[in-house]
T-cell receptor
Framework: AQKVTQAQTEISVVEKEDVTLDCVYETRDTTYYLFWYKQPPSGELVFLIRRNSFDEQNEISGRYSWNFQKSTSSFNFTITASQVVDSAVYFCALSEAVWDNFNKFYFGSGTKLNVKP | DAGITQSPRHKVTETGTPVTLRCHQTENHRYMYWYRQDPGHGLRLIHYSYGVKDTDKGEVSDGYSVSRSKTEDFLLTLESATSSQTSVYFC???????????FGSGTRLTVV
């Protein structure tokens, strides 16, 4: 069965600190997709990144970076030089193999990030 | 234009009453989904649809039904609302050229 674990319920940092959000997943599929979504206080869900199981390259987008390691079934998310606007709940999600862009997601319970000025 | 809208945004209802939430999309995407968000659980799939009149159950479907009579509309019905169904409900769509989901803004439902 698919499962996503975000063990960090809540993290508080001071602005400009780096912070890493952990995500560990379980699946028996050899082909799968991993996602990160951001939910700011306004409540909407914002797509951040999608990674397929065959692509273990780390990705960097501005202050955001993602470390995908199949050996440890982890897909961790790092924010460098955090800002107050990064305060949000972050969800990691696992999708079974996608066909025709059909996605059945399994979400982690989320990590609430508080960035203090 | 958001491409996906949910209505109502907020609703308070009494235990035992039927409730219908609506999801409307303008993207002509084939797949539509209903999730509920609860503290400590993240988002959990209730039902999904892979075409008009084609729907299936997710992991927390008990007490819910859905219908999709048109590509653009996906309705979620609580037959007889209970307090345990107090939650935030999100609709999502996916389809050609869309990686992952596009989510609606959510409906906050309170059952008293």
């Amino acid at each position: 069965a698919q499962k996503v674990t975000q063990a960090q319920t809540e993290i508080s940092v001071v602005e400009k600190e780096d912070v890493t959000l952990d995500c560990v997943y379980e699946t028996r599929d050899t082909t799968y997709y991993l996602f990160w979504y951001k939910q700011p206080p306004s409540g909407e869900l914002v797509f951040l990144i999608r990674r397929n199981s065959f692509d273990e390259q780390n990705e960097i987008s501005g202050r955001y970076s993602w470390n995908f390691q199949k050996s440890t079934s982890s897909f961790n998310f790092t924010i460098t030089a955090s800002q107050v606007v990064d305060s949000a709940v972050y969800f990691c999600a696992l999708s079974e193999a996608v066909w025709d862009n059909f996605n059945k997601f399994y979400f982690g319970s989320g990590t609430k990030l508080n960035v203090k000025p | 234009d958001a491409g996906i809208t949910q209505s109502p945004r907020h609703k308070v209802t009494e235990t035992g009453t039927p409730v219908t939430l609506r999801c409307h999309q303008t993207e002509n995407h084939r797949y539509m989904y209903w999730y509920r968000q609860d503290p400590g659980h993240g988002l959990r799939l209730i039902h999904y649809s892979y075409g008009v009149k084609d729907t299936d159950k997710g992991e927390v479907s008990d007490g819910y039904s859905v219908s999709r009579s048109k590509t653009e509309d996906f309705l979620l019905t609580l037959e007889s609302a209970t307090s345990s169904q107090t939650s935030v409900y999100f609709c999502a769509i996916s389809g050609q050229g869309n990686y992952g989901y596009t989510f609606g803004s959510g409906t906050r439902l309170t059952v008293v």
